[in-house]
């Protein structure tokens, strides 16, 4: 007799809890970076970019010194997603001195945008007056955008907001992670370019929800045609992390859906399946077991949480002659 062999099927599904953002430019979480503190220049992760980090340098009094370093910022508010930006001991932010002694400024390319373009960032500080953490739009296009350009953030530890050389301050915020978006529109009256900055706003009801800007300038031609990069100007124990560039609110506040798990193989021994696959770092997912094609009745045999990438999900009671399994996200 012929030796019995059961045929294994695998289809592969995800359902996803949050939209898609077809419209997202680029971003940033300074994930895996590494667990050893580094400089800045050169680092190229996240998505979107067409340059790595660089030296935003044409200024002598800036050494262009950011510091990648393995300590992510937490926020957590009614409307933003932070779950793209990992918390592992590999992930972290973008930081500078806590002695207050100087200041930095990197920057990174994009590909010239859309005519209007948000832009979002958490943003932590100590409550010193040295603290700075801003952003820049355009900031590529003018290396010294850092001194005289558009930015917003906290700049001396003032809530901060500048255009066309311009500079607009609100009060010192207290020690603590925010959220900094920013909204730039090219040519919004006649060649003048607009830039709206809210800080630490409520988002959990969208644009509509979103109230007046903390501040907003459309008195100049300041970004020409199109957003070409971002800057980011520390200095103290100011920090950033989860920078998002996108066409709409939406796109920066919300996360990406993490990507769909990708199955590397699938083997069976005895009467044991097991499914190798990669998925969200952090994330958990489940094998759902079905004897065709129907998965409404769910039949969960195995979960696995991925770590360093990879997971591993069984079915140790294979004896049936045909299965059909689905990764599924939990």
Do not use: C
Not at 217 to 237: E, P, R
Not at 264 to 277: C, E, L, P, Q
């Amino acid at each position: 007799m012929k030796p019995h062999s059961i045929p294994v099927f695998l289809t592969l599904g995800v359902a996803l809890s949050v939209p898609l953002h077809a419209d997202l430019i680029a971003t940033e979480y300074f994930n895996g970076y590494g667990t050893v503190e580094t400089n800045a220049l050169g680092l190229d992760g996240g998505t979107g970019w067409i340059s790595n980090w660089a030296n935003g340098g044409g200024v002598a009094s800036l050494p262009n010194d950011n510091e990648y370093r393995p300590a992510s910022l937490s926020y957590s508010a009614a409307g933003y997603d932070n779950s793209a930006n990992l918390n592992g001991s590999e992930d972290g932010a973008l930081y500078y001195d806590a002695d207050n002694t100087g200041t930095s400024f990197v920057v990174r390319s994009l590909t010239p945008s859309a005519s209007t373009v948000w832009m979002s960032a958490l943003i932590s500080v100590s409550g010193d007056t040295g603290d700075r953490a801003t952003l820049w739009p355009d900031a590529v296009a003018n290396v010294n955008n850092g001194n005289s350009g558009d930015g917003f953030g906290i700049l001396d530890g003032n809530v901060f907001f500048r255009h066309n050389g311009n500079t607009s301050t609100g009060s010192a915020p207290a020690a603590g992670v925010y959220l900094i978006v920013g909204k730039a529109e090219i040519d919004v009256s006649g060649s003048n370019d607009r830039l709206s900055f809210w800080f630490d706003p409520d988002v959990s009801s969208g644009e509509a929800g979103l109230g007046p800007a903390t501040f907003t300038a459309d008195n100049a031609d300041t970004f020409g045609t199109a957003i070409n990069g971002v800057g980011v100007l520390n200095k103290g124990a100011g920090a950033l992390d989860a920078i998002r560039v996108g066409e709409t609110l939406g796109d920066v506040i919300a996360s990406l859906p993490p990507a769909p798990p990708e199955v590397t193989s699938i083997t069976k021994a005895g009467d044991t399946v097991t499914i190798d696959f990669t998925g969200a770092e952090g994330a958990s997912y489940g094998l759902n077991k079905s004897a065709n094609l129907d998965f409404t009745t769910p039949n969960i045999v195995d979960t696995a949480v991925v770590s360093g990438g990879t997971g591993t999900l069984e079915d140790t009671a294979a004896t049936d002659d045909a299965s059909f399994y689905r990764v599924e996200s939990q």
